[in-house]
């Protein structure tokens, strides 16, 4: 309006817009896909069934993808969360959401920890996570599949939980690059969350703590 000089406020505008019945529409923001359920790969069943709480560690991982967003475009972080004390045992950050990011993930993991055979791998039915690729890798580890229920994500909600607290404490907008973003979430995950973050279900200790003092 100020730029075709016409002696119309904002108040006289939304009236005239009321009196025609007429609405604006505000742009929706975009949000890439994290999760791809509709494919030929294959499903695993619910090994979990909403028990999040083992009695060691190393029982059942839990895994989620989530989006980053950089001045280059959208990055991709997969977490791996051990149940038993909500450590993160196994994290990857790329610019593609595929099975290779999870693959690179769980090797990590599997470095990391060195599990015995018969753990439990619990994630969503995203593509990533049911492709051929990481069946294989997890077969050849000795890990059992397990997968949420359809449209069902209380059934990975430590996962979710997890980014919803990082994308709130780490207090970031947009990252300028996906070095600076993986950067910065070492030291959120590997200097902060995994040795200082207290949880409630941990009786207030951290995940190193945890596992120290308890284990």
Same mark, same amino acid.
């Given at each position: 309006?100020?730029?075709?000089?016409?002696?119309?406020?904002? +108040?006289?505008?939304?009236?005239?817009?009321?009196?025609?019945?007429?609405?604006g529409k505000q742009r929706k923001q975009f949000r890439p896909l994290t999760t791809?359920?509709?494919?030929?790969?294959?499903?695993?069943?619910?090994?979990?069934?909403?028990?999040?709480?083992?009695?060691?560690?190393?029982?059942?991982?839990?895994?989620?993808?989530? #989006?980053?967003?950089?001045? #280059?475009?959208?990055?991709?972080?997969?977490?791996?969360?051990?149940?038993?004390? +909500?450590?993160?045992?196994?994290?990857?950050?790329?610019?593609?959401?595929?099975?290779?990011?999870?693959?690179?993930?769980?090797?990590?993991?599997?470095?990391?920890? @060195?599990?015995?055979?018969?753990?439990?791998?619990?994630?969503? +039915?995203?593509?990533?996570?049911?492709?051929?690729?990481?069946?294989?890798?997890?077969?050849?580890?000795?890990?059992?599949?397990?997968?949420?229920?359809?449209?069902?994500?209380?059934?990975?909600?430590? $996962?979710?939980?997890? #980014?919803?607290?990082?994308? +709130?404490?780490?207090?970031?907008?947009?990252?300028?690059?996906?070095?600076? $973003?993986?950067?910065?979430?070492?030291?959120?995950?590997?200097?902060?969350? @995994?040795?200082?973050?207290?949880?409630?279900?941990?009786?207030?200790?951290?995940?190193?703590?945890?596992?120290?003092?308890?284990?």
């Amino acid at each position: 309006m100020k730029k075709s000089n016409l002696p119309y406020g904002a +108040r006289k505008v939304r009236k005239a817009m009321k009196h025609c019945k007429i609405s604006g529409k505000q742009r929706k923001q975009f949000r890439p896909l994290t999760t791809n359920s509709k494919h030929g790969g294959r499903i695993a069943p619910d090994l979990v069934q909403r028990k999040f709480h083992p009695n060691e560690q190393n029982r059942i991982w839990v895994s989620d993808v989530t #989006f980053i967003r950089t001045s #280059f475009g959208w990055s991709y972080l997969c977490v791996i969360l051990d149940l038993y004390s +909500r450590k993160t045992v196994g994290w990857s950050l790329s610019d593609r959401n595929d099975s290779q990011l999870v693959c690179d993930t769980v090797l990590k993991a599997v470095l990391s920890r @060195n599990p015995r055979k018969g753990l439990i791998f619990h994630s969503d +039915r995203g593509s990533n996570f049911c492709s051929k690729e990481t069946r294989r890798l997890l077969i050849a580890k000795g890990i059992r599949r397990s997968n949420s229920r359809k449209g069902n994500c209380w059934d990975n909600a430590v $996962a979710e939980s997890f #980014f919803s607290s990082l994308k +709130r404490e780490i207090e970031y907008n947009t990252f300028y690059n996906i070095k600076e $973003a993986e950067h910065l979430l070492f030291d959120f995950i590997e200097v902060y969350y @995994n040795r200082f973050r207290f949880h409630s279900t941990l009786g207030y200790m951290s995940p190193e703590e945890f596992e120290t003092n308890i284990a």
